[in-house]
């Protein structure tokens, strides 16, 4: 048996594949953009080294930081609604009837391709035909807002379909993690009379304490990257207002061919996003996790 | 507190509950409600009748025009066969990975287990630049197989992630009996464990069907040619052309949306199992 499942041919036929796939398209090119970063680069031309002058330019770049801050914004945003999923949550996984239903009508934004929702949400904040603005005028409003053209609010308008995107992916990884609590724990504390308020603060969220950690580093993570409906939506838009590090980086490396430049943001953002998984464990870190 | 105030709390409570939980479902499902109903209306009728109003009569011919007069039909066949080809190389390719992993003995296992975990963590779009460069100079810029191997290689990791918790969970027995019967260790993949694993193979190819199917930024950076693009660029371009039209940018976008909400709604609890097994270790 153990000879059989040892055959080091075996394996690197297995392996190999696999790994060599990841290797060439995730390892090298994310070693390669570091590399870049270094370089003055049209794309197609000669490259030049520069050393660290993209860094330095980018520390002076206004529109990088005001990106980076749109990025964090999203981050806080995202987390933010987290709250309002578990609220959500530990409702739906009480005694519900047709919680099923309900969870899956939450998740099907989720399915829909990025490039559909922000075209569909084109049509939302339509000025005038967009269903949100005959919904506000036949509610008595005047001068409704221009949703996507007017810079103090397009950041917040693009939040709102990224937010309604994932809302039932949260929704649905709390509500599996809540019905997985043993119900003989929720017993013995209902016997010992705690009430429904207590139920769900003391027993149930720090039984689903590992889990709501997971989804604070996926949310803060995902904002920091985020991309797609900001990018079909906007384009970043008007004039910065609603740029993100990625879409920033998008623009100077495959709108104004300046790949050495877009390099030292995409590497910045791989930075950003590495330090702020780090620093999210660290922060949620507690000695005991707890057991059931 | 008397007893029958209690209950009148409770039941104030429960429908709160409800009213809050529906509410969440409107909002939620009312954005494609109204995006079916106004594919299939005129101009005239988006703009002078109420919000969800029913189309009457219901213009079907906004979805046969645009998919005759556009490349609505070449973008489907194009989405198609990339996230078949992606889907069935990923999920055979993981397989393999975690029968490796989770069954043989070798040293550098968990190495290697780690850099797929790794990958999940990685941003895509810090591999961009240099991705469009080798694909550049081995001259599959603008060639659709840039497309599958973009799509198995970020797609792998996750797929792994979602297969080992299922191979944890096989018995051993299995695969010993069938080394006392002199099985290869082929054989044993095919024959035997492959089978036994066909729940959690079809999570992880509905899934991958879906992240496939959706994938936007690889198609947008990598392809140029109409002939090559998928469903989700293909569509960004085509209602381009028609931004005065809703009918038909209704009907395109009800177009690239319903395959997957019809795999929805046949598989709905294999995705929500593939969702959050991908989302959460183990």
Redesign the interface.
């Known amino acids: 048996m153990d000879k059989v499942m040892s055959d080091k041919r075996v394996i690197a036929l297995y392996v190999l594949p696999a790994l060599l796939m990841i290797i060439i398209l995730v390892y090298v090119p994310i070693i390669m953009t570091g590399y870049y970063s270094l370089m003055k680069w049209d794309g197609i031309g000669e490259r030049t080294f520069v050393a660290l002058d993209n860094y330095k330019q980018l520390l002076k770049d206004s529109m990088f930081w005001k990106s980076v801050y749109h990025s964090f914004l999203l981050a806080v945003f995202s987390v933010l609604s987290l709250g309002g999923y578990l609220v959500v949550s530990l409702v739906l996984a009480g005694r519900i009837k047709g919680a099923n239903i309900l969870r899956k009508i939450y998740l099907i934004p989720m399915l829909l391709s990025s490039v559909a929702i922000a075209q569909l949400w084109l049509r939302i904040y339509h000025p005038s035909n967009g269903m949100l603005n005959q919904f506000l005028s036949f509610l008595g409003v005047d001068d409704p807002p221009n949703w996507l053209a007017d810079p103090s609010i397009v950041l917040y308008s693009v939040f709102i379909p990224i937010i309604w995107q994932y809302a039932g992916f949260y929704i649905l990884i709390y509500y599996a993690a809540l019905k997985n609590i043993p119900s003989s724990i929720i017993e013995a504390a209902i016997i010992d009379g705690a009430n429904p308020w207590q139920l769900a603060y003391k027993i149930k969220l720090p039984l689903i304490a590992g889990v709501i950690k997971v989804t604070i580093v996926l949310a803060v993570v995902g904002s920091l990257k985020y991309f797609d409906l900001i990018y079909v939506m906007t384009g970043g838009g008007p004039n910065g207002a609603s740029e993100v590090i990625a879409s920033y980086m998008y623009q100077k490396a495959f709108r104004s061919f300046n790949f050495g430049y877009g390099s030292a943001i995409a590497f910045s953002l791989l930075i950003l996003c590495i330090v702020a998984t780090w620093l999210i464990r660290k922060l949620t870190h507690t000695e005991e996790e707890v057991q059931y | 507190m008397e007893k029958s105030t209690y209950i009148y709390m409770k039941k104030i409570g429960m429908f709160l509950?409800?009213m809050?939980?529906f509410l969440?479902?409107g909002?939620?499902?009312?954005?494609?409600v109204?995006?079916l109903f106004?594919s299939l209306k005129n101009n005239q009728e988006?703009?002078n009748t109420p919000?969800f109003s029913l189309p009457s009569p219901p213009r079907w011919e906004n979805y046969v025009k645009v998919w005759v007069e556009g490349d609505i039909g070449l973008y489907f066949f194009n989405s198609l066969w990339i996230t078949t080809v992606s889907v069935i190389f990923t999920v055979l390719?993981?397989s393999?990975?975690t029968?490796?992993?989770t069954?043989?003995?070798?040293k550098l296992k968990h190495v290697?287990l780690g850099?797929?975990m790794v990958?999940l963590?990685?941003?895509?779009?810090?591999?961009?630049?240099?991705?469009?460069?080798?694909f550049m100079k081995v001259k599959l810029i603008d060639h659709p197989m840039s497309i599958v191997?973009?799509n198995?290689?970020?797609n792998?990791?996750i797929t792994?992630m979602i297969l080992l918790g299922f191979y944890n969970a096989l018995p051993r027995e299995l695969?010993?009996s069938a080394?006392?019967d002199g099985c290869?260790?082929?054989r044993m993949?095919f024959q035997v464990i492959l089978p036994m694993t066909s729940p959690v193979i079809v999570t992880t190819t509905i899934i991958n069907m879906?992240y496939n199917?959706?994938e936007?930024?690889f198609v947008n950076?990598f392809i140029s040619s109409d002939e090559y693009k998928t469903?989700?660029?293909g569509?960004?371009n085509f209602?381009g052309q028609y931004t005065t039209d809703?009918g038909a940018?209704?009907a395109t976008?009800m177009i690239?949306?319903l395959p997957?909400?019809i795999i929805?709604f046949f598989l709905?609890n294999k995705?929500?199992e593939g969702?959050?097994a991908g989302?959460?270790k183990g």
């Open positions: 509950f409800y809050m939980l969440v479902a909002l939620q499902i009312l954005p494609l109204w995006l106004f988006v703009f919000l390719l993981a393999f990975v029968f490796a992993i069954r043989m003995n070798w290697v850099l797929f990958g963590m990685i941003p895509i779009h810090s591999t961009l630049i240099p991705l469009f460069n080798f191997l973009t198995i290689g970020f792998l990791p792994i695969e010993e080394v006392m290869s260790v082929h993949f879906i199917w959706n936007f930024v950076t469903l989700t660029v569509i960004q209602i809703w940018i209704g976008l690239s949306v997957i909400l929805f709905s995705i929500m969702i959050t989302a959460i």
